[in-house]
């Protein structure tokens, strides 16, 4: 079956540097999403890209999609400590309309 | 918008008795809601899909039995753990998507989850 795979497992950081989280599909996916996950809270979407090569900015984030369209990055410059959380990848799993395949997750520690 | 409530957002039931856990899509109607389960520090597992009006279906490995799902209107759907054991003491997370004007829309809203302990 499909799989997603997200590394690493766990990033700390000090406040101010730079965070990168990688996603990699065992197939090629119609869409990536990522969302994130506050301590102790539940997931919340953060945005969607669907073109091969797609690259999109929220602020600080900023998400890309593959040419291949089977791996994406999500990139924080300058981290801050509402930062931390962790960072799930996600694709539509192909076989369930709506259904999605989750990455492991990025847990992102900021320190002060 | 898209916002889905969940509730309890925790409860505490003693071995053997039945929880039910309600998700509602507050400000969209819901075509799909999914359960997931989460244990500390890991990646979200999906328990079902629950479609309206139409049967659950379980992920491999999933009791449904013991896991009882019904989606009973677009807005709403409810988890059972019947006769439920410690080792059924998780977090529960439901999520919602919907489909707008004939277009796929994959993103899932997730409610703020259910922390269950069972005792």
């Known amino acids: 079956g499909q799989q997603v795979m997200q590394i690493p497992q766990y990033q700390h950081v000090q406040e101010g540097e730079d965070f990168t989280t990688y996603c990699n599909s065992s197939t090629t996916l119609s869409n990536i999403q990522w969302y994130k996950q506050r301590p102790g809270g539940h997931p919340v979407f953060l945005i969607q890209?669907?073109?091969?090569?797609e690259v999109k900015k929220q602020k600080r984030l900023t998400f890309q999609f593959g040419e291949a369209k089977k791996n994406s990055s999500l990139h924080i410059t300058a981290t801050q400590t509402t930062d931390v959380g962790t960072y799930f990848c996600a694709g539509p799993d192909g076989t369930s309309y709506g259904k999605l395949t989750f990455g492991q997750g990025t847990i992102l520690t900021v320190h002060p | 918008g898209a916002v889905v409530s969940q509730h309890p957002s925790r409860v505490i039931c003693k071995s053997g008795t039945s929880v039910k856990i309600e998700c509602r899509s507050l400000d969209f109607q819901a075509t799909t809601m999914f359960w997931y389960r989460q244990f500390p520090k890991q990646s979200l597992m999906l328990m079902a899909t629950s479609n309206e009006g139409s049967k659950a279906t379980y992920e491999q490995g999933v009791e449904k039995d013991k896991f009882l799902i019904n989606h009973a209107s677009l807005t709403l759907s409810t988890l059972t753990v019947t006769s439920a054991h410690p080792e059924d003491s998780s977090f529960y997370i439901c999520s919602a998507s919907y489909s707008r004007g004939g277009t796929t829309s994959y993103e899932q809203y997730f409610g703020p989850g259910t922390r269950l302990t069972v005792t």
């Open positions: 890209l669907v073109k091969s090569g």
